[in-house]
Structures are given as structure tokens and as C-alpha cells.
């Protein structure tokens, strides 16, 4: 335990102080905002001076775990209410969205002839959550190490890039409405820090909501991980991986989230305490970003090449538009 956390102090720190100089930066450009200052400054941290491997286990703690927390937190100042305003086109929004997103994903990447295990990697990666996601998918695919490192790599920068993008889309389109703008946050991002961060860039309203469309997509990755094993079983004629048996559930954070929030929603939670919630998650948020800035590396991007990286654009580009249509449609 010592050694462990010996390993997530300095890139921990270093997270810290990138968002404390964020939240000062702040105060004079309250346009851009903490969440503005420590992704940048959390990508050149991370690409320059803290590029050392002793830096990564803590920022990925601050990536991870700071954020899994802050999203617990979240559910203590949020009602049943809030969450259930989503309602059901939204869930159903959420379920074409990630239907189009995975058979849009599968049938490129076998046109540009990528392994059938990959493609599939890329569609729960895109669709769901991830590389959270990636990772439950790739035993019941029987998915290469290689494969899956090259589609976590895609899937990240991908979502890094729209991260940015999508707040002036939705500026533009819906001009930030809560809803429209968290919809297409939270349906078309690939992780939750990225949701976070993107929504970060707009108001801590779009934040909650946008965090909740994402929640119904990690949900359905219990879905999508089981009809991804089915249809390996079906191509696997070996009987002893045929009858594997599918272990995936619901992320720890995300049943935390919910028992907080039904706690707040009986009332159980005073106001006080609440508030104190919120702005811890807050607090979390920032230092989370700062991690996530600086876990985005420069040098993977050029790594993958331009017909790998040109597949994870394509999707996110079908993404956006599709999930208009369905915002346009549905909400």
C-alpha cells in the first residue's frame, strides 16, 4: 500500500497544482474557465517536463478515481427527479444512437479491412464508454493486446478532439439549450472525464445532465457486451471458448451515484451537506482534467497512422450528425 501510493504522489501533485493554477487562471478569464486551463495546461504539463513514466500512475488515479468519486458525489445533490427528466425518448435516444454508432463503426472498419475483433472494439469503444469498454469487450471477442491498445489509443484522441468541438457545435446549433447540448455531450463522447470536460466548457448544468445521458450508456454496456459475445460464439467453433461465460456489471461508480442520489431524493441528505458534495465533486472534477490533459499524448496520434486515425474520425463525424438527426427528432 505504501509503495502504491509512493507511485500516485508525484503525478498526483502534479495534477493538483496544475488545477489550483487552473482555478486561479480562472478568476481573470472566467469565460474560459478552471476546466479550459487545466486540460491545456494539463497536455503541455504532460507532453514536456512531467513526461516521465513516474508521473503516470498518478494522473491516472486522477483521471480514474478522482473522476469515479466526483460522479458518487454528484449523485448526493441530485434528485430522482433530475435524473428521470431525461425521460424516455431520452433513453431512446441513447439506444439508436449507440445502435447506428456500432453498426456504422463495424461496417467501415471491415470496407477498410480491419479485423473483424478490431472493428468490434471500435464499436463498443465509440458506443459505450471507452476504453472501459474496450476492456470488457475485448475477452469475449478474443480481441489481440495489440488490437486493443491500438483502439483505446484511437478511441481516446478521438474523443479528445470532439471534446473540444462539440461545445462549439452545440453553440452553434442549439445555443447551448440544456438539454439539445447535454444529449449530444453525453450520447456522442466516448469517456466520462471527456463528457465532463467537454460540458465543463459550458455550465455545471449541462455537466449533471450530460453526465446522466452518459450513465444510460454505460448501463448498456452489459447489453452490448453480451450480443458481442454471441455473435463471437456464433464464428467460434471452438467449443471450449464457445461456452466462455460473459462476467460484466454496472461500474462501482455508477451504482454509487444512484444510491446517493435516492438518499438525496428522501431527503435524507441535508443542504449543508450537499453543498459540500458539490463542491468537493467540483474540486475532483478539476483535478480529474488536469490528468486527463495530461494523459493526452502528441506522440500517439502520429503513432496510428492516418488510415487508423482517419477510421476514428470517421465515426465521430457520423456520430455528431447522427446524433442530430435523432436530437431533432426525438427531444
Avoid at 489509443?153 to 462539440?166: E, K
Avoid at 453480451?226 to 462476467?247: G, L, P, Y
Avoid at 442520489?261 to 488536469?290: D, Q, R, Y
Wanted: aromatic share 10%; hydrophobic share 55%; net charge positive.
Amino acid at each position: 500500500m505504501i509503495n502504491k501510493v509512493k507511485g500516485i504522489l508525484p503525478g498526483f501533485i502534479v495534477c493538483t497544482i496544475i488545477a489550483l493554477i487552473g482555478m486561479f487562471l480562472a478568476k481573470f478569464v472566467p469565460s474560459l474557465g478552471a476546466a479550459t486551463f487545466a486540460i491545456f495546461l494539463g497536455m503541455l504539463a504532460g507532453n514536456t517536463i512531467f513526461n516521465k513514466s513516474k508521473y503516470n500512475l498518478g494522473s491516472k488515479f486522477s483521471e480514474s478515481n478522482l473522476l469515479a468519486y466526483s460522479i458518487v458525489l454528484m449523485g448526493g445533490t441530485l434528485n430522482l427527479s433530475a435524473i428521470a427528466s431525461v425521460g424516455g425518448f431520452g433513453v431512446l435516444f441513447i439506444a439508436l444512437q449507440m445502435t447506428a454508432t456500432i453498426i456504422f463503426a463495424y461496417y467501415v472498419g471491415r470496407k477498410l479491412k480491419f479485423s473483424k475483433n478490431f472493428s468490434l472494439l471500435m464499436c463498443s469503444g465509440n458506443a459505450v464508454c471507452g476504453s472501459s469498454a474496450i476492456a470488457s469487450t475485448a475477452p469475449v471477442v478474443g480481441a489481440t493486446d495489440s488490437d486493443k491498445g491500438i483502439a483505446i489509443t484511437i478511441v481516446n484522441v478521438t474523443g479528445t478532439i470532439l471534446m473540444f468541438l462539440l461545445p462549439l457545435i452545440t453553440s452553434i446549433l442549439y445555443k447551448n439549450s440544456l438539454v439539445h447540448t447535454s444529449a449530444t455531450i453525453g450520447g456522442v463522447l466516448q469517456s466520462v472525464g471527456q463528457v465532463i470536460a467537454s460540458a465543463k466548457f459550458i455550465n455545471d448544468d449541462v455537466v449533471q445532465m450530460a453526465t446522466i445521458f452518459k450513465i444510460i450508456r454505460i448501463i448498456f454496456l452489459v447489453v452490448v457486451v453480451i450480443v458481442f459475445s454471441k455473435i463471437s460464439d456464433k464464428d467460434n467453433t471452438d467449443s471450449a471458448s464457445s461456452n466462455k461465460r460473459v462476467k460484466v456489471s454496472v461500474p462501482w461508480f455508477i451504482t454509487g451515484f444512484f444510491i446517493l442520489s435516492i438518499i438525496h431524493s428522501l431527503g435524507f441528505i441535508p443542504n449543508e451537506v450537499s453543498t459540500v458534495f458539490k463542491w468537493i465533486s467540483g474540486n475532483f472534477e478539476i483535478i480529474a482534467l488536469a490528468g486527463i490533459g495530461m494523459r493526452v499524448k502528441f506522440a500517439d496520434l502520429k503513432a496510428q497512422g492516418p488510415k487508423a486515425m482517419g477510421y476514428g474520425l470517421l465515426i465521430g463525424a457520423f456520430q455528431i450528425i447522427i446524433a442530430t438527426i435523432f436530437i431533432n427528432i426525438l427531444l
